[in-house]
């Protein structure tokens, strides 16, 4: 075997793919039952400038202009990181997104993202699921060795280079030699381990992406990788838990003939006739805007307590509760006010604004009512008393401090409830340090022969601002380290 490649999400697929057609025999080890890993749980932004899509809308961008938006919005200056990863990024993620399309993806857009200055942002149709579809079509059609349900034990060395990789293959050991490896497993959001290394107070919230362990930080680090200590995490923020089964937005097969009746869709007909379908997508397992709570409503636990105040490290509290869920709960008033802009509920990029009427009708599983705080408590499982206790400290305190804070009692019934809703840790940024050929490099910046790491694994301490920008690196990154590692003697 010339390339091993270690995680079956976007970066990993990817390298196997430019791996493999740059003429190296090329196997794919993938620790779950499927492959996908974080890509697939993703909204599906992607986003670039000079793309075909923005010159066929006559949108002028360029790498320059998407790189001076980024700086300004993280605040920093060039000089604080190695510009050749940002700029890569920046100045072949059109370029990547045109393969993409090629391999039969469709893209809907672009729309602007402020701050951007450009519209610049690419929606993938149907679901993030036709990222995975279409790699997978064609690794396999390449003749990429796709192995699934095989985790990498470790890295094997010697001579001072990597040589291969021991698998767990169905309970026993197998050990593979090749040329060069690239780890590709995601970032660490889903570790308690390695959140709490950078952030003790992350440890207790649960990561997004469950396969996202970081065991190719691991793996990189065991020999003798540098890890980027200037870490960013996205989150925790609160999301509402996912619905029981897919919608039809999501089970939408990512077929040419549909994803084209969707771009045209989105193009011609009006919000009115769109809007059944966008909010199956929108009301799936989004962020309730901080709105909701300035405006008045409370969260409370599953026990029907108030444990935290909702303006003020909220996101952390939850994560010690019982199931570190809980149920937002309003009034009718609040209700009313929240089912029409600028009062929405949730917001998909570029997509749409659930407010508290798509809720209610697109996500029962998560709506609770009652014509009185009793009513409303035994709809949830939540106890009565309680719940009375925690909606009665909330209004008592709007009374003691004359309500300057503009949020709302919650006295006008009937009344309502959203949840469970959870705290989550989206992403981090924090990776192996790599350089511009995404090999990956010690302390000391010498590099490990041998070994490449792509995608939020190999990400080279750079931070990436804004929807679809994470997207465009993997794919950037996926390919170099695949044609690099092909490379390797």
């Known amino acids: 075997m010339d390339v091993i490649v270690v995680g079956g999400g976007g970066a990993g697929l990817t390298a196997a793919i430019f791996a493999r057609k740059a003429g190296a025999r090329v196997v794919l080890f993938e ?48 000089d604080d990181e190695s510009p050749d990863l940002r700029r890569i990024m920046a100045g072949e993620a059109a370029e990547m997104l045109d393969w993409l399309s090629s391999l039969g993806i469709t893209f809907y857009g672009p729309v602007l993202e402020k701050p951007n200055s450009a519209a610049r942002m690419h929606t993938i149709l149907p679901n993030a699921d036709a990222f995975i579809y279409f790699l997978e079509k064609e690794a396999r059609r390449l003749g990429v060795d796709i192995r699934l349900e095989t985790p990498v034990s470790r890295l094997l060395k010697a001579e001072g280079r990597v040589i291969g990789a021991e698998v767990d293959a ?3 050991q197998q050990t593979f030699h090749a040329r060069s490896v690239i780890l590709t497993t995601g970032d660490f959001s889903a570790s308690a381990a390695w959140r ?52 039809f937005l999501t089970r939408i097969p990512p077929y040419k003939t549909f994803t084209r009746i969707m771009s045209w869709a989105l193009d011609t007909l009006p919000q009115a006739v769109l809007r059944p379908f966008m909010m199956s997508f929108v009301t799936t397992y989004l962020s309730p805007e901080p709105l909701l709570f300035e405006k008045g409503a409370i969260l409370v636990n599953r026990n029907g307590e108030r444990f935290a105040n909702e303006l003020d490290g909220l996101n952390f509290a939850l994560a010690q509760q019982p199931e570190k ?30 407010y508290f009427n798509d809720y209610k009708r697109y996500r029962p599983d998560i709506y609770h009512r009652g014509g009185t705080i009793a009513e409303l408590a035994g709809s949830i499982g939540l ?50 340090m790599v350089d511009r050929r995404q090999h990956v490099l010690r302390e000391d910046g010498s590099t490990i022969d041998g070994l490449f790491a792509a995608g939020a694994t190999g990400q080279g301490g750079i931070m990436l601002p804004g929807h679809g920008t994470h997207l465009a690196w993997v794919f950037v990154s996926g390919r170099r380290a695949g044609i690099e590692a092909a490379k390797a003697q």
Not at 52 to 57: C, N, S
Not at 236 to 247: A, C, D, V, Y
Not at 337 to 349: E, G, L, R, V
């Open 196 to 247: 709490g290394r950078f952030d003790p107070r992350m440890t207790d919230i649960d990561g997004l992406a469950p396969t996202s362990q970081g065991e190719g930080h691991k793996m990189g680090e065991d020999l003798g990788g540098a890890i980027h200590d200037d870490t960013f995490f996205y989150g925790p923020n609160l999301r509402f838990t996912p619905p029981p089964s897919k919608s």
């Open 383 to 432: 106890s009565p008393e309680k719940l009375a206790e925690a909606v009665a400290s909330h209004n008592t305190a709007l009374k003691t401090t004359g309500n300057d804070s503009g949020r709302s009692p919650i006295s006008t019934g009937p009344f309502h409830a959203l949840g469970p809703v959870k705290s989550w840790i989206v992403l981090t940024d924090g990776s192996l």
């Open 325 to 354: 869920s809980g149920y937002i709960i309003f009034d009718d008033a609040l209700a009313r006010k929240f089912n029409a802009f600028p009062h929405f509920i949730s917001t998909a990029p570029g997509v749409a604004y659930a």
């Open 170 to 172: 169905g309970g026993s």
């Open 31 to 78: 620790k779950d039952r499927q492959l996908g890993g974080a890509t697939r749980l993703c909204v599906g932004t992607y986003t670039a400038a000079g793309t075909g899509l923005q010159k066929a809308r006559n949108i002028s961008d360029s790498a320059d202009l998407h790189m001076q938006d980024m700086f300004r919005v993280l605040g920093r200056h060039p």
